[in-house]
């Protein structure tokens, strides 16, 4: 999730207000049809292993930290797990509107990343204190040859400020199967890994009386911290 943010506290301006269907929680028929058809797609066409959803919780906000290879990244997390999770979209890919309601129908939610603004910020910490589960990139984009990139600030607000575990998430083979560029994936071995939630209270409670300066170096160190947990699984 890489969003530049001028004002990390943000303690200005009204909060949105999202009205979430509860789909958001539990899966609905249209997204427990496209949950059961890319399980199967991916088993065989990936060979998808998954391991370690013990870690994630079967209830409540929880950030879905994951490494960005792939264009596939998004549905192989949700074919991954067993609750509906939502998904941070470019504002763009909704113009076009029968794809727009179909992405929308998968949970995904639009944001104006393009500008980076504080509200983007605002609703993905809302859906998690709502109770949602959020995949986010802390790297920001995909990475352009198959190697972890550094995590963006952003992701360090939304991890600090919204208080929910923070699931990191290593994806191996999708940079492999379909890495930029690329119009169709190629049948390879792909795994998800998941492991602990990454120990943040420290950094939440400096977060908590520290001045803006201080505040932005704490997103970074938090951002740094989740991008470590991925890189060791």
Known sequence: MGIRHPNPKMNSGPKPTLALSNRFYQMDWFYRAGWVLLRAVFRVWFHLRVDGLEFV?????????SNHASYLDPPLIGAALHRPVAYLAKKSLFRFKPFG?????????????????????????????????????????????????????????????????????????????????????????????????????????????????????????????IMASIANL
């Open 57 to 65: 919780p079967k209830t409540g906000g929880a950030i879905i930290a």
């Open 101 to 225: 309601w179909l992405i929308a129908q998968l949970n995904a939610v639009p944001l104006e990343r393009e500008k980076a603004t504080a509200a983007g910020l605002r609703t993905a910490i809302e859906l998690l204190e709502a109770g949602v589960a959020v995949v986010l990139f802390p790297e920001g984009t995909r990475t352009p040859n198959g190697s972890l990139q550094s995590g963006k600030p952003g992701a360090g607000v939304i991890a600090l400020r919204s208080n929910v575990p923070v699931i990191p998430t290593r994806i191996k083979g999708s940079f492999e199967a379909m890495p930029r560029g690329s119009c169709f994936p190629k049948p390879t071995p792909i795994s998800i890994s998941f492991g602990r939630p990454v120990a943040l209270d420290d950094l939440r409670a400096a977060a908590n009386e520290a001045p803006q300066k201080a505040f932005k170096s704490l997103c970074q160190a938090a951002s740094d911290r």
